[in-house]
Protein backbone atom coordinates (compact mmCIF):
# COMPACT_ATOMS: atom_id res chain seq x y z
CA UNK A 1 0.00 0.00 0.00
CA UNK A 2 1.47 3.40 -0.77
CA UNK A 3 1.42 5.99 1.37
CA UNK A 4 -1.79 7.84 2.93
CA UNK A 5 -3.94 5.44 0.48
CA UNK A 6 -7.42 6.52 1.29
CA UNK A 7 -10.48 4.58 -0.18
CA UNK A 8 -14.38 5.07 0.30
CA UNK A 9 -17.58 3.55 -0.74
CA UNK A 10 -21.15 6.28 -1.26
CA UNK A 11 -24.15 5.29 -0.56
CA UNK A 12 -25.98 5.81 -3.81
CA UNK A 13 -29.78 7.01 -2.50
CA UNK A 14 -28.62 9.94 -0.26
CA UNK A 15 -24.68 10.47 -1.50
CA UNK A 16 -23.32 10.19 2.35
CA UNK A 17 -20.51 7.95 3.22
CA UNK A 18 -21.13 4.12 3.79
CA UNK A 19 -17.80 2.92 3.83
CA UNK A 20 -14.27 4.56 4.30
CA UNK A 21 -10.85 2.88 4.80
CA UNK A 22 -7.31 5.18 5.21
CA UNK A 23 -3.79 5.07 6.49
CA UNK A 24 -2.20 7.85 8.26
CA UNK A 25 1.20 9.08 9.50
CA UNK A 26 0.18 11.55 11.43
CA UNK A 27 -2.51 13.08 13.71
CA UNK A 28 -3.90 15.79 11.16
CA UNK A 29 -7.00 13.28 11.12
CA UNK A 30 -7.68 13.47 15.04
CA UNK A 31 -6.36 16.26 16.85
CA UNK A 32 -9.72 17.75 17.36
CA UNK A 33 -12.80 16.91 18.57
CA UNK A 34 -14.65 14.28 16.20
CA UNK A 35 -18.10 13.87 16.27
CA UNK A 36 -19.04 11.42 13.24
CA UNK A 37 -22.36 10.43 12.49
CA UNK A 38 -20.85 6.89 11.69
CA UNK A 39 -18.47 4.14 13.33
CA UNK A 40 -14.99 4.59 13.41
CA UNK A 41 -12.32 2.08 14.22
CA UNK A 42 -8.60 3.05 14.41
CA UNK A 43 -5.35 0.86 14.56
CA UNK A 44 -2.96 3.14 16.10
CA UNK A 45 0.53 1.17 14.98
CA UNK A 46 3.06 3.59 16.02
CA UNK A 47 3.66 5.74 18.37
CA UNK A 48 2.13 7.18 21.78
CA UNK A 49 -0.74 9.52 22.62
CA UNK A 50 -3.30 11.00 24.97
CA UNK A 51 -6.59 10.04 23.87
CA UNK A 52 -9.93 12.42 25.30
CA UNK A 53 -13.12 10.24 24.93
CA UNK A 54 -16.56 11.45 26.37
CA UNK A 55 -15.57 12.23 29.86
CA UNK A 56 -12.31 10.55 30.49
CA UNK A 57 -8.55 10.61 29.33
CA UNK A 58 -6.01 7.60 28.41
CA UNK A 59 -2.29 7.49 27.62
CA UNK A 60 -1.46 4.44 24.86
CA UNK A 61 1.05 3.69 22.70
CA UNK A 62 1.57 1.33 19.78
CA UNK A 63 -0.81 -1.54 18.82
CA UNK A 64 -4.20 -0.03 20.28
CA UNK A 65 -7.55 -0.69 18.44
CA UNK A 66 -10.07 2.29 19.01
CA UNK A 67 -13.70 1.81 18.37
CA UNK A 68 -16.33 4.53 18.78
CA UNK A 69 -20.22 4.78 17.93
CA UNK A 70 -21.78 7.38 16.13
CA UNK A 71 -21.28 11.05 17.97
CA UNK A 72 -19.24 9.92 20.64
CA UNK A 73 -16.84 12.54 21.11
CA UNK A 74 -12.87 11.59 20.93
CA UNK A 75 -9.64 13.17 19.42
CA UNK A 76 -6.03 12.23 19.90
CA UNK A 77 -3.62 14.29 20.93
CA UNK A 78 0.00 13.93 20.31
CA UNK A 79 3.60 15.21 20.44
CA UNK A 80 5.07 12.75 18.71
CA UNK A 81 4.25 10.92 15.16
CA UNK A 82 2.04 8.32 15.05
CA UNK A 83 1.16 5.84 12.15
CA UNK A 84 -1.84 3.48 11.31
CA UNK A 85 -4.57 2.93 9.79
CA UNK A 86 -8.99 4.08 10.34
CA UNK A 87 -12.49 2.53 9.09
CA UNK A 88 -15.64 4.67 9.37
CA UNK A 89 -18.59 2.71 8.19
CA UNK A 90 -22.49 3.69 8.56
CA UNK A 91 -25.54 2.27 9.88
CA UNK A 92 -26.73 1.78 6.20
CA UNK A 93 -23.49 -0.07 5.40
CA UNK A 94 -23.13 -2.34 8.15
CA UNK A 95 -25.92 -2.21 11.27
CA UNK A 96 -24.05 -3.73 14.18
CA UNK A 97 -27.74 -3.94 16.20
CA UNK A 98 -29.42 -5.98 12.79
CA UNK A 99 -25.53 -8.47 13.18
CA UNK A 100 -25.46 -8.59 16.64
CA UNK A 101 -25.89 -12.14 17.25
CA UNK A 102 -23.37 -12.90 14.65
CA UNK A 103 -21.06 -10.76 15.97
CA UNK A 104 -21.99 -9.78 19.56
CA UNK A 105 -20.03 -6.55 19.45
CA UNK A 106 -22.31 -4.06 20.78
CA UNK A 107 -21.46 -3.69 24.10
CA UNK A 108 -18.86 -4.98 24.36
CA UNK A 109 -16.59 -3.11 21.79
CA UNK A 110 -19.35 0.05 21.21
CA UNK A 111 -21.94 1.53 23.33
CA UNK A 112 -19.89 0.44 26.98
CA UNK A 113 -20.43 2.59 29.19
CA UNK A 114 -18.18 1.09 31.56
CA UNK A 115 -14.85 -0.06 29.47
CA UNK A 116 -12.38 1.55 27.99
CA UNK A 117 -12.70 2.20 24.41
CA UNK A 118 -10.09 0.05 22.90
CA UNK A 119 -8.26 -2.41 23.19
CA UNK A 120 -4.30 -3.38 23.34
CA UNK A 121 -3.44 -6.00 21.10
CA UNK A 122 -0.60 -8.51 21.20
CA UNK A 123 1.63 -9.18 18.63
CA UNK A 124 0.03 -12.22 17.06
CA UNK A 125 -3.47 -10.41 17.81
CA UNK A 126 -2.31 -7.23 15.63
CA UNK A 127 -0.59 -9.58 13.14
CA UNK A 128 -4.84 -11.09 12.92
CA UNK A 129 -6.28 -7.54 12.97
CA UNK A 130 -3.67 -6.06 10.36
CA UNK A 131 -3.88 -8.60 8.26
CA UNK A 132 -7.60 -8.10 7.71
CA UNK A 133 -6.99 -4.44 7.04
CA UNK A 134 -4.87 -5.48 4.14
CA UNK A 135 -7.71 -7.52 2.97
CA UNK A 136 -10.11 -4.60 2.71
CA UNK A 137 -7.35 -2.19 1.29
CA UNK A 138 -6.87 -5.03 -1.53
CA UNK A 139 -10.51 -5.22 -1.95
CA UNK A 140 -11.20 -1.44 -1.79
CA UNK A 141 -8.51 -1.24 -5.08
CA UNK A 142 -9.66 -4.28 -6.85
CA UNK A 143 -13.05 -2.96 -7.17
CA UNK A 144 -14.63 -6.31 -7.93
CA UNK A 145 -17.84 -7.67 -8.29
CA UNK A 146 -20.12 -7.75 -5.51
CA UNK A 147 -17.46 -5.52 -3.64
CA UNK A 148 -19.57 -4.24 -0.50
CA UNK A 149 -20.35 -7.74 0.24
CA UNK A 150 -17.46 -8.53 0.24
CA UNK A 151 -16.08 -5.62 2.29
CA UNK A 152 -18.50 -6.19 4.64
CA UNK A 153 -17.83 -10.12 5.39
CA UNK A 154 -14.02 -8.86 6.05
CA UNK A 155 -15.43 -6.00 8.52
CA UNK A 156 -17.78 -8.73 10.21
CA UNK A 157 -14.26 -11.05 10.96
CA UNK A 158 -12.44 -7.85 11.85
CA UNK A 159 -15.34 -6.94 14.44
CA UNK A 160 -15.57 -10.74 15.98
CA UNK A 161 -12.12 -10.96 16.21
CA UNK A 162 -11.65 -7.24 17.89
CA UNK A 163 -14.64 -8.43 20.25
CA UNK A 164 -13.14 -11.57 21.37
CA UNK A 165 -10.06 -9.78 22.41
CA UNK A 166 -11.94 -7.10 24.13
CA UNK A 167 -13.76 -10.10 25.84
CA UNK A 168 -10.29 -11.72 26.83
CA UNK A 169 -9.25 -8.33 28.42
CA UNK A 170 -12.53 -7.15 30.21
CA UNK A 171 -11.63 -9.62 33.41
CA UNK A 172 -8.20 -7.86 33.66
CA UNK A 173 -8.06 -5.27 36.08
CA UNK A 174 -6.78 -2.21 35.39
CA UNK A 175 -3.56 -0.62 37.43
CA UNK A 176 -5.76 0.76 40.10
CA UNK A 177 -6.00 -0.76 42.94
CA UNK A 178 -9.45 -1.83 44.06
CA UNK A 179 -10.74 -4.41 46.87
CA UNK A 180 -13.42 -6.88 46.93
CA UNK A 181 -15.73 -4.76 48.72
CA UNK A 182 -15.72 -2.22 45.44
CA UNK A 183 -15.40 -4.63 42.81
CA UNK A 184 -19.05 -5.98 44.79
CA UNK A 185 -20.04 -2.43 44.65
CA UNK A 186 -19.82 -1.46 40.94
CA UNK A 187 -21.02 -4.60 39.99
CA UNK A 188 -23.89 -3.62 41.81
CA UNK A 189 -24.35 -0.40 40.63
CA UNK A 190 -24.12 -1.68 37.29
CA UNK A 191 -27.09 -4.08 37.90
CA UNK A 192 -28.79 -1.62 39.62
CA UNK A 193 -28.20 0.98 36.45
CA UNK A 194 -29.22 -1.28 33.84
CA UNK A 195 -32.20 -2.70 35.98
CA UNK A 196 -33.75 1.22 36.68
CA UNK A 197 -32.09 3.75 34.34
CA UNK A 198 -35.70 4.23 32.83
CA UNK A 199 -37.23 5.10 36.18
CA UNK A 200 -34.25 6.39 38.26
CA UNK A 201 -32.48 9.20 36.66
CA UNK A 202 -30.25 11.13 39.67
CA UNK A 203 -27.13 9.86 41.64
CA UNK A 204 -28.75 10.22 44.70
CA UNK A 205 -31.49 7.78 43.94
CA UNK A 206 -28.27 4.80 42.97
CA UNK A 207 -26.71 5.44 46.36
CA UNK A 208 -30.21 4.71 48.23
CA UNK A 209 -30.58 1.70 46.30
CA UNK A 210 -26.98 0.47 47.25
CA UNK A 211 -27.46 2.02 50.70
CA UNK A 212 -24.24 3.87 50.49
CA UNK A 213 -23.83 7.55 50.99
CA UNK A 214 -23.34 9.84 47.83
CA UNK A 215 -19.86 10.66 48.17
CA UNK A 216 -18.84 7.35 48.83
CA UNK A 217 -20.74 5.77 45.32
CA UNK A 218 -19.29 8.95 43.93
CA UNK A 219 -15.48 8.16 45.57
CA UNK A 220 -15.45 4.51 43.58
CA UNK A 221 -17.05 5.07 40.71
CA UNK A 222 -14.92 7.98 39.88
CA UNK A 223 -11.88 6.16 41.02
CA UNK A 224 -12.70 3.08 38.76
CA UNK A 225 -14.78 3.96 35.71
CA UNK A 226 -13.20 7.94 35.75
CA UNK A 227 -17.04 9.00 35.61
CA UNK A 228 -19.60 10.51 37.82
CA UNK A 229 -22.40 8.52 38.48
CA UNK A 230 -24.65 11.30 36.27
CA UNK A 231 -22.23 10.49 33.93
CA UNK A 232 -23.13 6.80 34.06
CA UNK A 233 -26.68 6.86 34.14
CA UNK A 234 -26.86 9.51 31.21
CA UNK A 235 -25.41 7.57 28.96
CA UNK A 236 -26.97 4.35 29.71
CA UNK A 237 -29.98 6.55 29.10
CA UNK A 238 -29.10 7.79 25.32
CA UNK A 239 -27.62 4.06 24.68
CA UNK A 240 -31.09 3.17 24.95
CA UNK A 241 -32.53 6.05 23.14
CA UNK A 242 -30.31 6.06 20.27
CA UNK A 243 -30.73 2.42 19.71
CA UNK A 244 -35.10 3.78 19.78
CA UNK A 245 -34.37 6.55 17.13
CA UNK A 246 -32.57 4.18 14.70
CA UNK A 247 -34.34 1.17 15.17
CA UNK A 248 -37.86 1.58 15.40
CA UNK A 249 -40.67 3.86 14.45
CA UNK A 250 -41.56 5.06 17.76
CA UNK A 251 -42.19 8.98 17.65
CA UNK A 252 -39.79 10.95 19.83
CA UNK A 253 -42.45 11.59 22.51
CA UNK A 254 -43.20 7.70 22.93
CA UNK A 255 -39.52 7.08 23.37
CA UNK A 256 -38.84 10.15 25.74
CA UNK A 257 -42.12 8.66 27.76
CA UNK A 258 -40.63 5.02 27.93
CA UNK A 259 -37.06 6.50 29.48
CA UNK A 260 -38.74 8.00 32.55
CA UNK A 261 -39.47 11.51 30.36
CA UNK A 262 -43.26 12.86 30.93
CA UNK A 263 -41.81 16.36 28.78
CA UNK A 264 -40.78 15.52 25.43
CA UNK A 265 -38.92 19.06 25.04
CA UNK A 266 -36.68 18.34 28.24
CA UNK A 267 -35.94 14.86 27.13
CA UNK A 268 -34.70 16.62 23.50
CA UNK A 269 -32.75 19.04 25.85
CA UNK A 270 -31.08 16.51 27.24
CA UNK A 271 -30.33 13.95 24.30
CA UNK A 272 -28.57 17.11 22.67
CA UNK A 273 -26.98 18.07 25.48
CA UNK A 274 -25.13 14.37 25.92
CA UNK A 275 -25.22 13.32 22.04
CA UNK A 276 -24.68 16.88 20.46
CA UNK A 277 -27.47 16.74 18.04
CA UNK A 278 -31.46 16.54 18.62
CA UNK A 279 -32.99 13.30 18.61
CA UNK A 280 -34.57 13.99 15.10
CA UNK A 281 -31.31 15.22 13.76
CA UNK A 282 -29.84 11.66 14.96
CA UNK A 283 -32.45 9.82 13.23
CA UNK A 284 -32.22 11.15 10.16
CA UNK A 285 -28.35 11.20 10.01
CA UNK A 286 -27.86 7.80 11.79
CA UNK A 287 -30.77 6.00 10.98
CA UNK A 288 -31.59 3.34 8.32
CA UNK A 289 -34.60 1.53 7.07
CA UNK A 290 -36.11 1.14 10.46
CA UNK A 291 -38.28 -1.56 11.58
CA UNK A 292 -42.19 -1.75 12.19
CA UNK A 293 -41.27 -2.52 16.23
Not at 1 to 9: C, H, K, R
Not at 117 to 143: T, Y
Not at 158 to 167: F, G, H, Q
Request: charged content about 20%; proline content about 2%; hydrophobic content about 40%.
Amino acid sequence: MSAQSTYTLINQQNGNLAFKVFEFDNNNHFDHIQRNNYFTLILVSKGTCKAKVDFSEYDFGANTLFAFYPYQPFMLSTKTTIEGFAIHFHHDFFCIHRHHKEIGCNGVLFNNIYQQPFIILSEVDQEKIFSLFQQIFKEMKAGGLQQDEVIISYLRVLLIVATRIKIEQQPVSTSIEIDSKQLFVLQNLKDAIEENFKLKHSAGEYAELLNLSANTLARITKTYFNKTVSNLIAERIIIEAKRELYLTRKTIKEIAYELGYEDEYYFSRFFKANAVVSPQLYRDTVGFERGEN
